[in-house]
């Protein structure tokens, strides 16, 4: 009766020896210590900002009408530590004819477009860059009101209290014939 009351002591102890480092190695707060509270959000952060610069046209477009410029405004959500966020955006550009391709039904081009775009930033580093892609409605001087798309790139840089970002697009409205391309570079500030 002595042997097995000795083997299961000392299975006893070996148990308990076994547990007491395995808890001394737990890492982190004890269980019954309540959780820390959190000082960011998991919901949606919108950004706004505004944008301006110049638009360049492309194909058809600059058969009749110059460089000019646009103006935007742009509100994005952003997941807290995710590369990519959702941009809702407004875009204004306007086209002056060229000289000497004065006639009739020829005057200076405006394009219109409020579309959404996804954005995905490449890298986490004090200068962001990113790439983008969205769909959008376009309205077009003597174009009417089409669908589009536009893809670009650019980067964001954080200051105090906003950002600036410089960003270069092509925006591709579908129309009848060919489509209507615009190359605005743009720069702005979010905040």
Same mark, same amino acid.
């Given at each position: 009766?002595?042997?097995?009351?000795?083997?299961?002591?000392?299975?006893?102890? =070996?148990?308990? &020896?076994?547990?007491?480092?395995?808890?001394?190695?737990?890492?982190?707060?004890?269980?019954?210590? =309540?959780? =820390?509270?959190?000082?960011?959000?998991?919901?949606?952060?919108?950004?706004?900002?505004?944008?301006?610069?110049?638009?360049?046209?492309? %194909?058809?477009?600059?058969?009749?009408?110059? @460089? %000019?410029?646009?103006?935007?405004?742009?509100? #994005?959500? @952003?997941?807290? /530590?995710?590369?990519?966020?959702?941009?809702? #955006?407004?875009?204004?550009?306007?086209?002056?004819?060229? $000289? %000497?391709?004065?006639?009739?039904?020829?005057?200076?081009?405006?394009?219109?477009?409020?579309? $959404?775009?996804?954005?995905?930033?490449?890298? *986490?580093?004090?200068?962001?860059?990113?790439?983008? &892609?969205?769909?959008?409605?376009?309205? &077009?001087? *003597?174009?009417?009101?089409?669908?589009?798309?536009?893809?670009?790139?650019?980067? #964001?840089?954080?200051?105090? &209290?906003?950002? @600036?970002?410089?960003? =270069?697009?092509?925006?591709?409205?579908?129309?009848? @014939?060919?489509?209507?391309?615009?190359?605005?570079?743009?720069? /702005?500030?979010?905040?």
């Amino acid at each position: 009766m002595i042997l097995p009351r000795r083997i299961s002591t000392a299975l006893f102890i =070996a148990l308990v &020896g076994a547990t007491l480092p395995a808890g001394a190695q737990q890492s982190g707060p004890p269980a019954s210590t =309540a959780p =820390a509270p959190r000082t960011q959000s998991d919901y949606y952060v919108p950004l706004y900002g505004g944008t301006a610069g110049i638009s360049i046209p492309i %194909g058809r477009l600059a058969d009749d009408h110059a @460089a %000019g410029y646009g103006l935007g405004g742009v509100v #994005e959500y @952003a997941v807290s /530590g995710q590369p990519y966020s959702l941009r809702g #955006e407004v875009l204004w550009q306007r086209f002056p004819l060229k $000289s %000497g391709h004065e006639g009739p039904g020829k005057d200076d081009a405006n394009l219109l477009s409020l579309g $959404s775009t996804i954005v995905y930033r490449l890298q *986490h580093s004090a200068a962001q860059t990113f790439v983008t &892609g969205g769909i959008a409605i376009y309205n &077009g001087t *003597h174009e009417g009101t089409r669908p589009g798309f536009n893809v670009g790139s650019g980067v #964001e840089i954080p200051l105090t &209290g906003f950002s @600036a970002v410089a960003e =270069a697009r092509l925006h591709v409205m579908l129309a009848d @014939a060919r489509p209507i391309l615009a190359i605005p570079l743009t720069v /702005g500030i979010r905040f």
